[in-house]
């Protein structure tokens, strides 16, 4: 097959174009480079089966020859990122996904919103369900994540019911492992550049919230399955087992060995309090369900962060 993974430099999609390259996929890598990084498919350089495109997905795209699918990763996916480049996020939201998706019209491929359980978010339904509406704040500033990634999935259904294209929805929870950005303001890169330095490890409010966080094989494994079946409602991915910031950032200094404490700041607004996957869908429809430990995923993240010095 020929693949085409829009933001395909950024940690997630750098990781796709990993995994279609090893199972013999032609893979046209498409990115422009305001989160994602050339370093993180750098090694695919020169490969017979990987092309990069720097291109901004806002912009009609151009892709000479047939595709099989398109999976549409490009988007900032960080808080830090996305409160930076609130116009961008919205853009790439939008448009992004509408230029997306008429490539696939055009080649007649199927097609793969990467959306996110920020859809849902500070809910009020624990854990989340795919059938759960959300509760999001559309003028705060999450707001141009989540209602981007709202409208995303909106327009993505439109062109499923509309056009006929063959789509995928996948809900992301919390997804770490190597290539992450040191700076880029998520919890598990934050605390494993704090622990590495010796400094306080900032859990924000008193860490009682909680996330589910797994480990980037397992969603790259459930994203190719759901591509497999025949199912276009939104698919939830991510790990069932929930857990406070708190224990993260204590289990975080028990695995590096670091004499870091514990220290506390303000709580950002519109900071969901609980966030955990029902997977019911996922093992239902696709056999899936996370299979790497939390431990053993953040020890291999961890060994990532420390051979390239990112303390």
Not at 97 to 103: D, E, P, V, Y
Not at 136 to 151: S, T
Not at 207 to 234: C, K, W
């Amino acid at each position: 097959m020929r693949v085409a993974v829009t933001g395909g430099a950024g940690f997630i999609g750098s990781h796709l174009c990993d995994f279609f390259v090893r199972q013999g996929h032609d893979v046209v890598c498409i990115d422009n480079f305001i989160t994602g990084s050339p370093d993180n498919v750098a090694h695919l350089d020169g490969h017979e089966r990987f092309t990069l495109i720097r291109h901004n997905v806002t912009e009609y795209i151009d892709v000479a020859g047939p595709l099989d699918w398109v999976l549409n990763f490009a988007s900032p996916a960080s808080p830090r990122d996305y409160l930076e480049l609130p116009i961008q996020t919205l853009k790439v939201g939008a448009l992004g996904t509408h230029r997306t998706l008429g490539l696939a019209k055009a080649k007649a491929a199927k097609f793969l919103l990467a959306s996110t359980s920020e859809v849902y978010g500070d809910p009020l339904v624990h854990p989340q369900r795919e059938d759960y509406w959300g509760n999001v704040n559309p003028v705060g500033p999450r707001g141009v994540y989540d209602e981007a990634k709202r409208f995303a999935e909106a327009i993505t259904m439109a062109y499923h019911r509309y056009h006929g294209v063959d789509t995928r929805i996948v809900r992301i929870f919390n997804t770490f492992g190597p290539r992450m950005r040191a700076n880029d303001g998520r919890a598990i890169p934050a605390f494993v550049g704090q622990a590495l330095a010796g400094a306080p490890l900032e859990v924000f409010g008193d860490g009682s919230q909680t996330r589910s966080f797994q480990y980037i094989d397992d969603l790259v494994e459930g994203i190719h399955r759901l591509m497999g079946v025949a199912v276009n409602d939104p698919v939830n991915i991510g790990s069932p087992h929930e857990m406070t910031l708190l224990e993260l950032a204590k289990r975080i200094v028990r695995i590096t060995g670091s004499p870091s404490e514990i220290a506390f700041g303000p709580l950002p607004e519109d900071d969901p309090k609980v966030r955990q996957p029902d997977i019911t869908r996922a093992r239902t429809l696709l056999g899936w369900e996370p299979r790497v430990d939390t431990d053993e995923g953040l020890r291999l993240t961890i060994d990532w962060f420390r051979k390239r010095g990112q303390a």
